[in-house]
């Protein structure tokens, strides 16, 4: 049977049959690239500031081209906005729930976020999953798409391999201030924080991961594809966890994290043999 004769069986538009969506042009991968170092330092800079920016070095852009690959890559400077109190997730918003609290044990609060990672052509997003108290990465995983269901995913996973914290935080994107997300937060009977609508510092334990790994790793080696990006990640958190002494209190998180585990008779899942971090 022809594609024209099962097209018309089946309704279908034969150009949308042959039709294959379109890449980003080199030019504009590295535009993001350079927009993504530049929100490193500077995330209060939003899109004019990226247009002045980006014209200096001899990109010929204007303002509609830099706010669609910002939306793209999931970037919004922080600064405050009008109408704070008209949210598009109201009754999916959860209040800040560390502020003042002194963080002292494992499990006690874990920090969720999700990244932009560029690559050599082309680029992915990461989410991870801290405990605050260790610094240690306890999930995380790469995927080409933004989906609240991969996060639920990989937070799943990290609780039957860590056990269950007592607050999580997060920001106020859209995969995290779903339903899926937080039914499953709530089921999980887990206290739901979230930042301060353009409160960077109310996540700043895994924004600093976030810009210790590009700038130690992702920007050193640039990544040719997914499969390299996961596996140069895979290795850069295990030295992370496993043998990177952190400054802040002078231990290695995976030996900070277990220690306090010991001390406060925390309940120790099995680790699962099943891969660490399955590639989306």
């Given amino acids: 049977m022809s594609i024209r004769k099962q097209c018309t069986l089946l309704t279908v538009n034969r150009s949308s049959l042959y039709y294959r969506p379109k890449g980003e042009s080199p030019e504009n991968l590295k535009i993001m690239q350079i927009m993504d170092k530049h929100a490193i330092d500077h995330p209060a800079e939003g899109v004019n500031s990226m247009v002045f920016m980006l014209r200096r070095k001899g990109y010929g852009v204007n303002h509609k081209r830099v706010r669609r690959l910002l939306r793209l890559m999931g970037h919004h400077a922080i600064y405050p906005k009008k109408n704070l109190s008209k949210l598009g997730q109201a009754k999916y918003?959860?209040?800040?729930?560390?502020?003042?609290?002194?963080?002292?044990?494992?499990?006690?609060?874990?920090?969720?976020?999700?990244?932009?990672?560029?690559?050599?052509?082309?680029?992915?997003?990461?989410?991870?999953?801290?405990?605050?108290?260790?610094?240690?990465?306890?999930?995380?995983?790469?995927?080409?798409?933004?989906?609240?269901?991969?996060?639920?995913?990989?937070l799943e996973d990290a609780v039957r391999r860590h056990g269950k914290p007592d607050i999580v935080n997060s920001d106020q994107g859209s995969q995290l201030t779903s339903a899926l997300w937080t039914h499953t937060l709530e089921d999980l009977k887990i206290n739901i924080s979230m930042d301060g609508k353009g409160r960077a510092i109310d996540n700043r334990w895994i924004e600093r991961f976030w810009r210790t790994l590009k700038h130690k790793y992702i920007y050193l080696n640039p990544p040719a594809n997914g499969i390299e990006l996961y596996e140069g990640v895979r290795d850069y958190i295990k030295y992370y966890n496993e043998e990177k002494v952190h400054h802040t209190?002078?231990?290695?998180?995976?030996?900070?994290?277990?220690?306090?585990?010991?001390?406060?008779?925390?309940?120790?899942?099995?680790?699962?043999?099943?891969?660490?971090?399955?590639?989306?």
């Fill in 93 to 154: 918003i959860r209040p800040y729930l560390l502020r003042n609290v002194a963080v002292t044990r494992a499990n006690q609060a874990w920090s969720v976020d999700i990244t932009y990672i560029p690559m050599q052509r082309g680029f992915m997003y990461c989410f991870a999953v801290m405990d605050i108290y260790s610094r240690k990465i306890l999930g995380w995983s790469i995927s080409n798409s933004l989906e609240a269901k991969w996060c639920v995913e990989v």
């Fill in 249 to 280: 209190f002078k231990e290695v998180p995976a030996e900070r994290y277990l220690r306090s585990k010991n001390e406060n008779n925390q309940y120790q899942p099995q680790i699962l043999t099943k891969t660490e971090c399955p590639l989306v």
